[in-house]
């Protein structure tokens, strides 16, 4: 089980996940309809997220990212496992429930257009989860918009437009806005701002940061760009085939990276000064990433790793503190000293 640094042991997590699983059931047959096994998307998994942190989320794409995510938030129901935000245990509850503590728990979508309405204007978007959850006027909740509107740095004179007529970053401030509405507590990102140009991603960035000072909110954010992750995450979770094979705190992670997969990863990251580009030792990966649908044996990574073992392939490893809050899921990763790559 994963637990979050040392120091935070003393405080009760805002998010408890506990071997949390999501698998998807393969079928076959028109008639009988048959399950033939099952696509392993996230398999048993533990992590906390403190009020206050942001998780960064990071893997390849498949890993299981954002089937984490809308499980944690009941968007899809898990397979196994326990989920607690805010002390209330989530995984069993129905629908009814689910609705009531909706609004403490939101979600930021990667393709910041199809998540918006086209025939509706930003105005009744953002109103519409406080015209399902509240019992606000049509005066109270225009200017909750309004406000809202100047808190994400739109015009709030831009209430009656519709998505089209703004850019991605625009739309992408629009569902931020949306989702600010009902004044969750947690808010999963998935892959915010990989849609969105450079130029905005940044910007999209000092806006999550600004209000989480300013509202006291707590992020999971997934994604892709290790770069990104490093600059919002308090923490970081690095997912391969359904589970998480390291998770620590963003210094320690980018500094001395234990996971031969997180290694290739950081190793991948461009560095802006020539010279030590040329320098620096890339790990290269051999093979695809293998079916979740049927994942080696031992440990999920043996099939790529550079300094497997026979004994990988056999044994699954179990989830090890190195160092102080530092999680490892390596057979080999006490017997290591530091990083492979170069600082």
Do not use: W
């Not at 015009?155 to 437009?161: E, F, G, T």
């Not at 940044?202 to 600059?231: C, P, R, W």
């Not at 079916?291 to 300094?307: D, E, L, M, Q």
């Amino acid at each position: 089980m994963m637990d979050t640094p040392s120091l935070e042991k003393n405080r009760e997590p805002l998010v408890k996940v506990r071997n949390l699983k999501k698998h998807f059931p393969i079928r076959k047959g028109l008639v009988f309809n048959r399950k033939i096994g099952a696509v392993k998307a996230v398999d048993d998994i533990s992590f906390d997220i403190h009020a206050g942190e942001t998780l960064g989320v990071v893997g390849e794409s498949g890993c299981g990212k954002s089937t984490t995510g809308r499980a944690i938030l009941r968007l899809e129901k898990p397979t196994a496992g326990s989920v607690v935000i805010d002390g209330r245990e989530i995984t069993e509850l129905g629908r009814e429930e689910i609705r009531k503590i909706r609004p403490e728990m939101q979600m930021i979508f990667q393709d910041s257009y199809a998540s918006l309405n086209p025939r509706h204007s930003i105005g009744n978007i953002i109103a519409e989860p406080m015209q399902i959850h509240t019992g606000h006027t049509a005066e109270q909740m225009r200017a909750r918009v309004m406000e809202l509107l100047d808190l994400v740095g739109l015009n709030p004179n831009h209430y009656n437009r519709f998505p089209h007529e703004f850019s991605g970053g625009q739309r992408q401030r629009i569902n931020i806005a949306r989702a600010l509405s009902l004044n969750p507590k947690f808010i999963v990102c998935d892959e915010p701002i990989s849609a969105l140009d450079v130029s905005i991603q940044a910007q999209v960035i000092n806006l999550f940061e600004d209000l989480q000072k300013e509202l006291g909110l707590t992020y999971m954010f997934i994604a892709h760009d290790l770069s990104m992750v490093q600059h919002i995450s308090s923490r970081v979770a690095v997912m391969y085939l359904g589970k998480i094979v390291e998770l620590t705190t963003r210094e320690r992670l980018f500094c001395e990276p234990l996971h031969p997969y997180t290694q290739s990863l950081i190793s991948a990251i461009p560095i802006p000064d020539p010279i030590l580009e040329r320098k620096r030792k890339r790990i290269l990966l051999n093979d695809e990433v293998p079916s979740p649908a049927n994942p080696p044996k031992g440990c999920v990574f043996h099939t790529r790793c550079p300094i497997a073992e026979p004994e990988c392939s056999q044994t699954p490893p179990e989830v090890k503190e190195i160092f102080n809050g530092h999680m490892v899921a390596c057979l080999k990763a006490d017997q290591r000293n530091g990083s492979l790559i170069p600082a």
